[in-house]
């Protein structure tokens, strides 16, 4: 297992109000809306979520960087769960061309709305039951999805990342490291249910014998 952070730039590249999140909307009101992962999540205000989330190739310098580290080859098989819409699962169709790839989304918006070269590979699922066979991925990953679940839920999706991939594994989650972060995090969170500092988050990997690598984004 290593610490690995493929995201921070992209991450770092939007500003955040977080005292604004809390006091110019019903937090309580916002929070029920984006867990449903409709619509209003993925295109409607910024209160509930995105505010709007289409492709603009973003994402295609993230697949070039996982495709490095992790050495993967053209025809290689790569899940990702928790795709929303499908385009970082594009971009490694970009890079890979013989690639093979899936994903999987609670949302039904998100997989109704995914990009249309990718949609006939993504659909409906969640990632405590994955409905893929053993060892079959060369690489799986899920990107700011399972702290979205609850500890117990939490657990077995790991285990089901460990059953279905070969080996090259990667989760990025939501995390703290002092507690300015921490407020700063449940300030801007809204689908979010395990809310862990680093170090908590690091024994449960080990706790659900999760032997993949792992990164985070900090509210800062």
């Known amino acids: 297992m290593s610490e690995i952070n493929f995201m921070e730039t992209l991450h770092k590249s939007t500003?955040?109000?977080?005292?604004?999140?809390?006091?110019e909307s019903d937090k309580v009101h916002c929070t029920e809306v984006s867990c449903q992962f409709g619509k209003d999540y993925w295109d409607g205000d910024r209160k509930y979520g995105y505010g709007g989330y289409s492709y603009d190739g973003r994402w295609l310098q993230i697949a070039k960087n996982m495709v490095q580290h992790y050495g993967l080859k053209d025809d290689a098989k790569i899940l990702d769960i928790g795709c929303g819409k499908g385009?970082?699962?594009?971009?490694?169709?970009?890079?890979?061309?013989?690639?093979?790839?899936?994903?999987l989304d609670i949302s039904e918006y998100a997989v109704s709305n995914?990009?249309?070269?990718?949609?006939?590979?993504i659909q409906v699922g969640n990632a405590a039951k994955l409905p893929y066979e053993d060892?079959?991925?060369?690489?799986?990953?899920a990107l700011g999805t399972i702290h979205n679940l609850y500890n117990f839920e939490l657990y077995s999706a790991l285990k089901e990342i460990e059953r279905v991939s070969k080996?090259?594994?990667?989760?990025?989650?939501?995390?703290?490291r002092n507690e300015r972060e921490k407020v700063n995090m449940l300030n801007w969170q809204l689908?979010?249910?395990?809310?862990?500092?680093?170090?908590?988050?690091?024994?449960?990997?080990?706790?659900?014998?999760?032997?993949?690598?792992?990164?985070?984004?900090?509210?800062?």
């Open 15 to 23: 500003k955040r109000d977080y005292t604004a999140r809390v006091c």
């Open 87 to 103: 385009f970082l699962l594009y971009e490694f169709t970009q890079v890979l061309p013989n690639v093979e790839v899936a994903g």
């Open 114 to 121: 995914s990009k249309e070269e990718v949609g006939p590979f």
């Open 135 to 141: 060892n079959y991925f060369d690489y799986v990953y």
């Open 167 to 176: 080996h090259n594994k990667y989760v990025m989650q939501e995390a703290y």
């Open 191 to 220: 689908t979010q249910h395990s809310f862990y500092s680093k170090d908590e988050w690091e024994w449960f990997f080990k706790l659900a014998g999760y032997k993949g690598d792992y990164g985070y984004i900090f509210f800062e």
